[in-house]
């Protein structure tokens, strides 16, 4: 399996072969800026959330080697895929993928956790121990911001920091063919290995004129309503708003949001509602060649 950048770019190991085995994504990058105060003892980690319902949602890390100082410029080597529930099938003649983002944690943060919601509407947040506490707007007081390793319940180090949504990690367990829906949709056209790969998402909607936001409104409304029907059609569905489909209401079977979202990336795709150029492959990263990262809180 291949390492973050273009199918073509020489894989970027960060390892010898005489040091141990190849890692599966090797990624440098520094912290420009982060909307929550992070400390030094917060290590780098990707985070997977395959689907979010208005019951609930799970959060999946995956942590690796990790050299550096997370405040300036660090490295992270990974060896391990995403779990298996971290993976979705959106459609038949594409890979299973997961979609997620580099992001901060605490060095002992649970390998999931599990956002449900109580039949009294209360939501409760669950490690993989089966240890559960209420969420908290503010997990630290203020004064123990720069040293408090967990964003989500008070007392735990759970939650992450921050994700920076312009560097999509993508992971395939299969390669996506050139001129595919992933292909397309991901990677200009591209071929995409099996694996880890980094996709810049570049936001081009402020470089439009109005009259191609005026086109990029009506094409993506367009898909809207072709994904739709062709949802309805395959699951004999009569749904008349996406909302529907995409909130879950009381459908606790995620495998229907993997279906909507490939279906609407598959309209996306062939309404042809992609900018060029607002997603793109991204080489491999290096110490002088880092990756700008800026933390958003998603929590």
């Known amino acids: 399996m291949g390492c973050a950048g273009d199918a073509g770019d020489a894989a970027d ?46 959060e999946f890390i995956v942590t690796g080697e990790h050299a550096g100082d997370l405040l300036s410029q660090f490295s992270l080597r990974l060896y391990d895929e995403p779990p298996a529930e971290a993976m979705s099938v959106m459609m038949t003649n594409e890979p299973a993928i997961a979609l997620g983002a580099i992001t901060a944690v605490a060095p002992n943060h649970p390998n ?23 969420p908290a707007r503010q997990a630290c007081g203020p004064h123990e911001a720069r040293t408090c390793l967990g964003t989500i319940v008070p007392g735990k180090d759970w939650g992450n920091h921050g994700i920076d949504a312009r560097y999509l990690v993508v992971y395939l367990s299969g390669p996506a063919a050139a001129g595919g829906v992933y292909s397309q949709f991901f990677a200009q056209g591209k071929p995409m290995r099996a694996g880890y790969t980094l996709v810049k998402m570049e936001n081009l909607w402020y470089t439009l004129d109005e009259r191609a936001r005026a086109e990029q409104r009506d094409c993506l409304e367009r898909a809207s309503t072709a994904a739709l029907a062709n949802f309805n059609a395959d699951h004999g569905t009569d749904y008349t708003d996406p909302t529907m489909v995409s909130q879950g209401g009381s459908q606790r079977d995620v495998q229907v949001l993997a279906d909507w979202d490939g279906a ?16 793109q492959l991204m080489p491999p990263t290096s110490d002088s060649a880092p990756l700008r990262l800026v933390l958003a809180d998603w929590n």
């Open 13 to 58: 190991t960060g390892a010898n072969a005489d040091d141990g085995p190849e890692p599966l994504l090797s990624v440098h990058a520094m912290v420009l800026s982060a909307a929550l105060p992070l400390s030094p003892e917060l290590v780098p980690a990707l985070t997977f959330t395959p689907f979010v319902m208005n019951w609930g949602h799970t």
């Open 112 to 134: 999931r956790l599990d956002w449900t919601r109580g039949d009294n509407d209360e939501i409760l947040v669950c490690g993989d121990d089966g240890e559960c506490g209420v």
């Open 264 to 279: 609407l990336i598959s309209a996306t795709v062939t309404e042809r509602c992609i900018v060029p150029g607002s997603q």
